[in-house]
């Protein structure tokens, strides 16, 4: 029995049906895990016909309003062929019960969800003719019924942290799973970013074409309008290429660049300029003087693009002025600017406050260091009334191993990827597959991937990105002797108990990079020291989730395999302190002569 069932089944016990809870993941993957395998599998254990789901975010549902409105010849170039798949995609809308997009199949990325996704601001709320069938208001509306709901932490903090007030759905209890997650989720939410892409987007002819005959019914010329948002266009472009070469390539920014702020400026004066053409218009809309169903609707989404254009006025000069260095830290390239909060005890326990839970219990593998708690409380602002540290009920020493292999080149060093490429081969093939490899870097991940694929016949690879997540681990857990390739986000949620899973790579401690600007403000926040009081420990905790991926059951065997000889070199580090007790044997790579065994 597991952590989750561990929690669960006296939860539910207690609750008898009378009390609901709201159980949190960090991911898609264990979230859909909880309902596909886990919660049924409680009904059945408890005798309980409990009523549960899981609750995603807005932009995981179709919505109904943009379907309709999708051109069929647009539909054609999304798919590049004879135009079939949009028939599917407008029979799955009439059929689908639940709009949600995971049921089509997509990868993450694909065109075609950005063209029906619910999320962003393009939501027109009450003046939607859609709205009585709405995808999302559906799934909330279903959720106030049951007795589990299930969801991840970016929607339960965005909720709270972006609207000001408290989770949707009613619930008692709070169980947060994997709750070592809390730090990162909150700092992400928390985040401000001002995107030169989607900005000249909304002030491109094909978005304010959609509003001309609104402007004109209220005596607006369509084309003073127009060339305000192509000069507007253009200082976008002037501010994005100046961040480009004046922004540092690494480590962010502690201070305000005037040049790009004077530049930011004149942007956003150029953006008020517009918006006090449509005041009028906005006056009359927020005054009620809106009758007319189908001119509702195009007000309300004008009321959305001119919310859309202050929000970012608002994070652009957010971002350009550096107040808040180094409590926060500040990045941009010529894409975006961001700034992210870069400690949040503070957000994490004025979220939980204002929730104010009947109960809560946060419950993780790797929420400890040595059995203490400090550092994760710390991190989280929480100061739990009861700690429990349970040891694991596996015996690690029978079960499994520990390979620290010294590939003989540093971490990015000339030659890195290559070396790691042929090593990473080589401990695929001699285990038959049956391999999980967890990568840092999107460039290894994709240099190995093209590696494997270069291979015939033997085993299976499956890489991350191909397909959506689920049905990649799917796919993992049907063919036994597969490898699947992924980065960090397969550290959580892939439960392969059995011989479909016996070695686990990991390419290196999870250190980040020494130049990210959360690590570099973090740093001048600990006065210097925020290696040895932050990044180590965070280290330790992901490479202990990352290893925990191997042994699932009591029957469970093989090895973890990590290529990185500073675990066992940097002995101060701890490393090998926050793994399982088992064997462990430090292996060399000289001059390509091959493995050196040396015990740990």
Not at 8 to 35: D, K, N, W, Y
Not at 119 to 139: L, M, N, Q, W, Y
Not at 222 to 231: A, K, N
Not at 263 to 280: A, F, I, Y
Request: hydrophobic share 40%; net charge neutral.
């Amino acid at each position: 029995m597991g952590k989750t069932f561990s929690v669960l089944v006296p939860a539910l016990m207690e609750a008898h049906g009378e009390r609901s809870i709201l159980f949190l993941t960090a991911s898609i993957a264990l979230q859909e895990q909880l309902i596909g395998k886990d919660l049924p599998r409680l009904q059945r254990l408890v005798g309980r016909d409990f009523r549960f789901g899981l609750l995603k975010g807005r932009s995981r549902y179709a919505c109904r309003r943009k379907g309709a409105g999708l051109p069929p010849g647009e539909s054609l170039s999304l798919f590049g062929d004879d135009g079939g798949p949009s028939v599917d995609v407008a029979r799955w809308l009439a059929e689908t019960t639940t709009g949600d997009l995971s049921e089509l199949g997509l990868s993450d990325g694909h065109p075609l969800l950005a063209q029906l996704t619910a999320g962003g601001r393009s939501c027109i709320g009450t003046s939607c003719p859609f709205r009585e069938r709405c995808f999302v208001i559906g799934a909330y509306r279903d959720a106030q019924d049951w007795d589990v709901v299930v969801a991840n932490y970016h929607l339960f903090f965005s909720h709270i942290l972006e609207g000001g007030g408290t989770f949707p759905v009613r619930y008692d209890w709070l169980i947060c799973d994997e709750a070592h997650r809390l730090p990162d989720v909150a700092r992400g939410a928390s985040a401000v970013r001002a995107g030169a892409e989607g900005m000249a987007a909304l002030l491109g002819p094909r978005t304010l074409q959609r509003f001309e005959s609104l402007l004109r019914s209220h005596a607006v010329d369509p084309s003073s309008v127009r060339e305000e948002g192509e000069r507007c266009r253009s200082s976008l472009k002037e501010l994005f290429e100046a961040v480009r070469w004046r922004m540092p390539r690494d480590g962010g920014i502690g201070a305000c660049d005037p040049e790009l702020l004077r530049l930011g400026r004149s942007l956003t004066d150029g953006l008020d300029r517009g918006l006090h053409l449509l005041r009028g218009i906005e006056d009359r809309f927020m005054a009620g003087d809106f009758s007319d169903k189908a001119v509702l609707a195009e007000g309300a989404e004008l009321m959305n693009w001119i919310d859309e254009v202050r929000s970012f006025k608002k994070s652009l000069l957010w971002c350009l002025e550096v107040g808040r260095f180094p409590g926060w830290a500040y990045w941009g390239d010529g894409e975006a600017l961001t700034s992210m909060p870069v400690t949040v005890a503070d957000i994490v326990r004025d979220v939980l406050e204002r929730e104010s839970p009947q109960k809560n219990v946060l419950l993780s593998a790797t929420l400890t260091l040595s059995g203490d708690f400090s550092f994760w409380s710390r991190e989280s602002g929480i100061l739990p009334d009861r700690t429990l540290a349970v040891e694991s009920p596996f015996d690690f020493a029978r079960q499994m191993e520990i390979l620290v292999v010294d590939v003989g080149v540093p971490v990015g060093g000339d030659g890195y990827d290559a070396t790691m490429c042929r090593v990473m081969r080589k401990l695929c093939d001699e285990n038959g597959g049956r391999t999980l490899v967890l990568l840092s870097s999107l460039r290894l991940l994709h240099a190995f991937a093209k590696k494997m694929r270069e291979r015939t016949g033997g085993y299976a690879v499956l890489v991350q990105g191909d397909l959506p997540q689920r049905e990649l681990l799917a796919r993992f857990r049907e063919d036994e002797t597969s490898v699947l390739i992924g980065s960090v986000s397969f550290r959580e949620g892939v439960d392969i108990p059995g011989e479909g899973l016996t070695q686990v790579i990991v390419d290196r401690i999870p250190f980040p990079h020494p130049n990210d600007p959360l690590v570099r403000a973090r740093n001048e926040l600990e006065e210097g020291k925020g290696f040895v009081r932050v990044t180590l420990p965070n280290a330790r905790m992901f490479l202990r989730q990352a290893v925990g991926r191997l042994i699932r059951s009591a029957s469970d065997h093989g090895r973890v395999v990590l290529l990185d000889g500073r675990a066992v070199d940097r002995r101060e580090w701890r490393i090998l302190e926050a793994l399982p007790s088992c064997r462990c044997t430090r292996l060399s790579l000289r001059d390509g002569s091959g493995p050196l065994p040396q015990e740990a």
